[in-house]
């Protein structure tokens, strides 16, 4: 099986974003950069949690099909 550096996989990448993700949502992160996400929050709480609900289900599922469709192993 062909062999790939790690920083080059998809499937890598979905995982680490997934983990950032459910990171900044338990520590309830109100500020990304210039972004303060405290004021979307506390208009809609419920939006919010939606919405990083479906950014977690798409990066999740972003992991299992890269995994599924991979055809090369990782290096380092």
Request: aromatic letters at 6%; glycine letters at 10%.
């Amino acid at each position: 099986m062909d062999s790939k550096p790690w920083y080059t996989s998809k499937t890598l990448w979905a995982g680490v974003l997934t983990t950032l993700v459910g990171i900044l949502t338990a520590l309830k992160i109100v500020h990304i950069g210039p972004i303060q996400v405290e004021n979307i929050a506390a208009e809609s709480e419920g939006l919010s949690q939606t919405i990083v609900g479906l950014v977690e289900m798409f990066l999740g599922l972003v992991t299992v099909l890269g995994r599924l469709t991979s055809k090369t192993t990782l290096s380092r």
